[in-house]
């Protein structure tokens, strides 16, 4: 299986910050890779696809890039209603494997 | 609006199985597939298979084969996760989404399975 390695696991930052969550695959990977926001008690919410997409109706503070194995997402300007945690998935191979999260939370 | 809707909460014993439905509307029901992702408490994100809900080819997680049967009824556009020989570790939070094993954009609200003695 293709393990996906998320840093940070916790980030605290404040209101208007620019956020930056890394993930890196075991292999590469090209593009095929999403990233995912889940609220508490909530389902995860699909934000960006193939990497660099961002999924409709979902704010351009959000971003995502790079390819191989190496990505980042970010949040350009943090608003409050940004907390969750996040996760990156790829789909390269089967089975489609999860990084293990990246708890964000207002400083 | 594409919608997917869980069964209610379980409570079963360990040994146990339960079956988990996911009925989805908004779209056709045919033209995607359905995964089933589970959340242990606390925990993260485990990928548990897929079926097409066009031919019903599945592929589940190696660690689940031979416990897991996922299957459709395209008469109601519901989906069913079975899992069988039910143990502790397999509490958690299910949840479906329409997936084309690429990207899951849209989820169920999720189910809770706790199993306990």
């Known amino acids: 299986d293709i393990q996906m390695t998320q840093s940070p696991s916790s980030l605290s930052a404040s209101v208007g910050d620019r956020v930056t969550i890394t993930c890196q695959a075991s292999?590469?990977?090209?593009?095929?890779l999403n990233w995912y926001q889940q609220k508490p008690g909530k389902a995860p919410k699909l934000l960006i696809y193939?990497?660099?997409n961002l999924e409709t109706g979902v704010p351009s503070r959000f971003s995502g890039s790079g390819s191989g194995t190496d990505f980042t997402f970010t949040i350009s300007s943090l608003q409050p209603e940004d907390i969750a945690t996040y996760y990156c998935?790829?789909?390269?191979?089967?089975?489609?494997?999860f990084g293990q999260g990246t708890k964000l939370e207002i400083k | 609006q594409v919608q997917l809707v869980q069964s209610g909460a379980e409570v079963k014993k360990p040994g146990a199985s339960v079956k988990v439905s996911c009925k989805a509307s908004?779209?056709?029901?045919?033209?995607?597939?359905i995964s089933w992702v589970r959340q242990a408490p606390g925990q993260g994100l485990e990928w548990m298979g897929w079926?097409?809900?066009?031919?019903?080819?599945?592929n589940y997680a190696q660690k689940l084969q031979g416990r897991v049967t996922m299957t459709t009824d395209t008469s109601t556009s519901t989906a069913y996760m079975e899992l069988r020989s039910l143990r502790s570790d397999d509490t958690a939070v299910y949840y479906c989404?329409?997936?084309?094993?690429?990207?899951?954009?849209?989820w169920g609200q999720g189910t809770l399975v706790t199993v306990s003695s």
């Open positions: 989404a329409r997936d084309l094993l690429a990207a899951a954009d849209n």
């Open positions: 908004g779209y056709t029901f045919t033209s995607y597939g």
């Open positions: 079926i097409s809900a066009y031919n019903g080819n599945t």
């Open positions: 292999q590469d990977i090209s593009n095929y």
């Open positions: 193939d990497a660099s």
């Open positions: 998935q790829q789909y390269d191979n089967l089975p489609p494997t």
